[in-house]
């Protein structure tokens, strides 16, 4: 594995630093007369990913057979054409009349899909400590087999499902089928966000490595580490190797630890979170921090729908607590288990006792969703035009918070407390 460049906590890289670096650390592979593909982040990410694609263009086009991209969505709604040309620079005709294909990944088309192996109960249950045993289908985007090498290019953050991203989350769920997706995200949900962000070693992760083994196909990893817009670090080489290092690094740049927990926490979304199934995030990052019976503000006024690809489940379900599920899960597991899971993390952990759910704290949105629908859904709401973000700041001592452009910084306490289901008190009169 190549280390290939590291600012650390203290420096960042310019664009000229950067496009220079993923030059000489792709000129260190032999891409002569193989065909390439290049998975790569869609725009709900924070990365350089215009430069890398330049720099590909430059280094490995020349040399390759076939240079092609895709779009790592996951379940994200595909890109478009307009979204494409800010993201890379090009449309996607004008990347063919570069001689390379850029192509959305389409989870939901069978056609799309190859199998390639499936987890066992017994392996899944061992994987996961009992949690679950069941066989689970390993599907991919058929287009791997037609490459002879793949590569990774993306940032690595705090992650509420895996505990870091990158790596071969840009398989599973990246470029995947819906099965291993659903099953490894409903297990993040079993064990619970607080107990797994930030976190380097867990099931979740165990799942997508050993999923990984099923590709038959070799692949390197260009992983990246952001301090805010810009790259603290590069790393090349080895997927599993490759995420390791970047892993390290981004615990010690992207996460802020605090002294106390705060009761309450206006998160203000970035434009790049444009429906709610991405503004999650802004939860995620900070339940840590926020105090029992204390609430957490969602700010953003460009969010005006839930998910363009899950919202009629959400909408069905609503947003509840893991225990509100596993209560009465005969009515809720025929849902994509992945919608459950997004559906307990955005709410956060709770109990259910004698058929009232008690979450540890409230959920507020003040976005473009309208009243009416966040009581649906089970979430608060404010309306957003009633709040000046300026109000909150500077009020830590109070025990405000305010955090701009929230959702890749992971908060933690400096103890070392996270909330614990166990430890949560409900009123005596349930």
């Known amino acids: 594995m190549i280390l290939f460049a590291q600012g650390g906590t203290e420096r960042t890289f310019s664009l000229e630093e950067t496009k220079a670096y993923f030059q000489e650390a792709l000129e260190r592979h032999d891409w002569k007369n193989k065909r390439i593909l290049a998975i790569i982040p869609d725009n709900t990410r924070t990365a350089p990913v215009r430069p890398f694609f330049e720099t590909a263009l430059f280094v490995i086009k020349p040399k390759a057979k076939r240079l092609d991209f895709l779009i790592a969505l996951g379940t994200h709604p595909p890109m478009s054409d307009a979204e494409l040309k800010a993201h890379l620079g090009v449309t996607f005709k004008e990347a063919e009349d570069q001689g390379v294909t850029v192509y959305n990944h389409l989870f939901q088309n ?53 505990g870091f991203s990158g790596g071969y989350k840009y398989f599973f769920p990246g470029i995947s089928g819906p099965e ?14 607080p107990k797994i962000i930030g976190n380097k070693d867990t099931p979740v992760r165990e799942v997508l490595n050993r999923a990984a083994r099923f590709i038959p196909r070799p692949s390197l990893a260009l992983c990246l580490v952001m301090k805010e817009k810009d790259p603290c670090g590069i790393f090349f080489g080895d997927p599993e190797e490759a995420w390791s290092k970047a892993a390290d690094l981004s615990a010690q740049v992207n996460i802020v630890y605090v002294d106390h927990p705060f009761h309450t926490v206006l998160s203000m979304a970035p434009k790049m979170y444009n429906e709610l199934w991405v503004g999650g995030k802004c939860m995620y990052k900070l339940e840590p921090v926020v105090a029992d019976g204390g609430k957490i503000i969602i700010y953003a006024p460009h969010i005006r729908e839930i998910s363009k690809t899950h919202g009629k489940y959400l909408l069905e379900i609503g947003y509840h607590t893991r225990d509100f599920f596993l209560a009465q899960w005969e009515r809720y597991k025929h849902y994509p288990w992945g919608v459950l899971a997004h559906s307990t993390h955005v709410k956060g952990i709770g109990k259910y006792v004698n058929g009232k759910e008690y979450p540890r704290i409230k959920v507020i949105l003040a976005t473009g969703i309208p009243e009416d629908t966040c009581k649906k859904i089970n979430l608060g709401y404010l309306d957003f035009r009633t709040i000046d973000p300026e109000e909150y700041r500077g009020r830590e001592d109070e025990g405000v918070l305010l955090v701009p452009r929230a959702g890749e910084m992971l908060y933690r306490l400096k103890d070392g407390t996270v909330p614990d289901i166990d430890k949560l008190v409900i009123p005596e009169s349930s």
Do not use: K
Request: proline content about 6%; hydrophobic content about 45%.
């Open 180 to 193: 291993l997706t659903n099953t490894f995200h409903w297990l993040s949900a079993l064990i619970t966000n």
């Open 110 to 162: 069978p056609e799309e899909l190859t199998h390639v192996g499936t987890i066992s109960r017994e392996e899944m249950h061992a994987i996961s400590q009992g949690l679950m045993a069941e066989d689970v289908p390993v599907t991919i985007n058929r287009r791997v087999l037609e490459y002879d090498e793949l590569l990774i290019m993306g940032p690595v953050f705090p992650h509420e499902v895996v």
